[in-house]
């Protein structure tokens, strides 16, 4: 009922390792069967995207159209995206009364911007730029940030998912 598709490390490799081992074409079924649910955590997430350009150009699994790129940031931040990062709600979210203000850990040098706003249900700002961290369409939700290193508050996010759908 409960899919998670985690994932550290690059891209292509990630895309090519899945189709490899026979998962790329069982995880798009399972994101077309809406009795269950999958998560994307991290480059899981990114993974959701129709494409990254991350090295090369790469497509994804085309399940939230969209892109990932590199974090463009100003000068005076960090890349990679490393740390503690509070989590803002999206206008998406707040129409399903769903209160995301929770602190969680990031790491990250690159992002995945959904192409229709409405999947994206929380963001963290860095600067003046906001990084979606949860995205959502039907059946498959993707977190940016690592639950797993995320406390007692990962915990909730992943309380969340289990219950959310």
Not at 34 to 59: R, V
């Amino acid at each position: 009922s409960h899919v998670v598709l985690p994932g550290v490390g690059s891209f292509k490799k990630a895309v090519k390792n899945l189709k490899k081992n026979g998962f790329f074409n069982t995880l798009l079924q399972v994101s077309k069967n809406k009795n269950q649910k999958i998560l994307g955590i991290c480059l899981g997430m990114q993974l959701f995207s129709s494409k990254s350009y991350e090295f090369f150009e790469t497509p994804g699994f085309n399940i939230i159209p969209g892109e990932v790129k590199k974090l463009s940031l100003d000068s005076k931040y960090n890349i990679p995206n490393i740390g503690w990062r509070r989590l803002e709600a999206t206008p998406t979210a707040l129409k399903e009364k769903i209160q995301f203000n929770k602190m969680m850990y990031f790491v990250h040098s690159y992002a995945f911007y959904p192409k229709d706003e409405k999947h994206i249900f929380s963001f963290i700002k860095i600067g003046h730029e906001k990084i979606p961290a949860i995205v959502k369409k039907d059946n498959v939700i993707g977190f940016q940030f690592h639950p797993e290193r995320s406390g007692s508050e990962g915990l909730d996010m992943l309380n969340w998912y289990v219950n959310s759908l």
